[in-house]
């Protein structure tokens, strides 16, 4: 009985090991001592190497590996006749905002601008048709001076030039120029052709005697004569500025200013007249007084502009004020010619340096430097189009507070003796009448400005 237990556990065994899946061939690990049997290692020496156990206890190194067949390479595509189009990736910074002055700047304006007006002194006084042909006494009509001449305004043109000096853009660099364009301005007065004038003259103080005398120019049957009074304006100047932006708001922004000043106002008067006398020793006489003054202003400036926006409209106000010497000259001149009929026919005779009111006492030329004060204030309103341009009209005013003009250069005392218009002879240059003046006043211009402004 004992024999056929035991026979039956060994088939029993046997069939066992038949049901199961046969396993790979152990490899033996090159972390594993070699020459010892897989049978005898020890299960805690195995678990410390790393080893894994397959079903029915057998132990290996290695992890069990897929059976099947190996992948296929991935073979690449054969090169075909086409090339591949090649996309380059540009990459676009958002442009960046530009500060409160902007990178360059330049406008352009149209000026229509009144300079103030000449002062001239009484000058020439006469009397209408009907009148007593007497030349003193009482019923003179003031025919010239008194007043200024009767002006228009002068057209001309400014421009400006600014660009920043760094990369925040709120200090920059300016330049500007302005000019007038030259105007003359002519007052008539003649006693033939219809004028209905019977008499006149030249109003002036004898230095002899100290009395008003009046020098006859024009006198009907006698004398025909025609005189002319002309003023003449010349404006420009040119600034340099620094502009720092001190407040930068989204409806206002406020600037310095900082810079150099040049500004230059030369005024003319000239009085000519031309008779021709038909009494006395007749012939043509003409004569000529010319008085020119001249400003030019150098000095530092400051200076406060205020911009107001709003979407398309803007206002802008602008006050400045230099401070510096102004150069004043004053320059006279004088000329006679005097025709005159003689036995051996007709000589025509010049005396430079005299005419009426310029004689050799007060001829030549004076320059004299003084302290002044130029303040310049304007407003422009208008319409804009976001940080780039500007259309606008506007007011412009600026003022010399001490100048030299020429009409106030005239002295009216003189000595009949040293005329030759009257003596017909050479003027005498030791009299001391008239007398070189250097009369200062003030100058002022103002007007209408029209422009166009860019930024970029």
Request: with cysteine.
């Amino acid at each position: 009985m004992r024999r056929v237990l035991a026979v039956s556990l060994v088939v029993m065994v046997v069939i066992e090991a038949m049901g199961q899946p046969p396993g790979p061939t152990p490899v033996p690990s090159p972390l594993l001592p070699s020459a010892r049997p897989a049978q005898e290692a020890d299960s805690g020496a195995a678990e410390a190497a790393g080893l894994l156990d397959l079903p029915g206890g057998i132990p290996v190194s290695q992890p069990l590996q897929p059976t099947g067949p190996e992948p296929m390479p991935v073979v690449a595509p054969p090169a075909s006749g086409k090339t591949d189009d090649v996309v380059l990736e540009v990459k676009v910074e958002p442009p960046s905002a530009c500060g409160p002055l902007g990178p360059c700047w330049h406008s352009l304006e149209l000026l229509y601008w009144w300079p103030a007006r000449q002062p001239i002194p009484p000058l020439v006084f006469g009397r209408r048709a009907g009148s007593a042909l007497s030349g003193s006494g009482h019923h003179l009509q003031l025919l010239a001076g008194g007043q200024a001449i009767d002006s228009q305004p002068s057209a001309g043109g400014r421009f400006r030039l600014g660009s920043s000096l760094n990369t925040e853009q709120t200090l920059g660099l300016e330049v500007a120029y302005f000019f007038l364009g030259t105007r003359s301005f002519t007052q008539n007065v003649r006693n033939w052709g219809g004028h209905g004038l019977s008499f006149f003259g030249l109003g002036y103080t004898d230095a002899t005697t100290g009395t008003n005398e009046l020098l006859t120019l024009g006198q009907t049957g006698s004398l025909f004569s025609t005189l002319d009074l002309s003023t003449s304006v010349r404006v420009q100047g040119w600034e340099v500025n620094t502009v720092a932006n001190a407040f930068a708001g989204a409806l206002v922004q406020l600037n310095t200013i900082l810079g150099y000043r040049y500004f230059m106002a030369n005024e003319g008067l000239r009085i000519e007249q031309q008779q021709y006398r038909y009494r006395g020793i007749g012939g043509i006489a003409a004569t000529a007084d010319q008085f020119d003054a001249h400003n030019r202003f150098h000095g530092g400036q400051v200076g406060l502009s205020a911009d107001l926006r709003g979407r398309v409209v803007f206002c802008e106000l602008v006050a400045k004020v230099a401070f510096g010497q102004n150069y004043q000259v004053v320059k006279t001149e004088g000329m006679t010619h005097l025709w005159l009929s003689g036995t051996g026919g007709t000589t025509l005779q010049t005396y430079g340096g005299s005419g009426i009111l310029v004689q050799p006492s007060n001829f030549g030329r004076e320059l004299r430097g003084v302290f002044a004060v130029l303040p310049e204030g304007s407003v422009k309103l208008g319409f804009r189009w976001g940080e780039s341009g500007r259309l606008y009209v506007g007011y412009n005013f600026i003022y010399l507070s001490d100048a030299v003009r020429p009409g106030d250069q005239i002295d009216r005392t003189l000595n009949p003796a040293q005329i030759p218009l009257v003596s017909g002879a050479p003027p005498v240059y030791d009299a001391d009448r008239p007398t070189r003046l250097f009369h200062r006043s003030d100058f002022w211009v103002q007007g209408v400005v029209i422009g166009l402004e860019t930024r970029y």
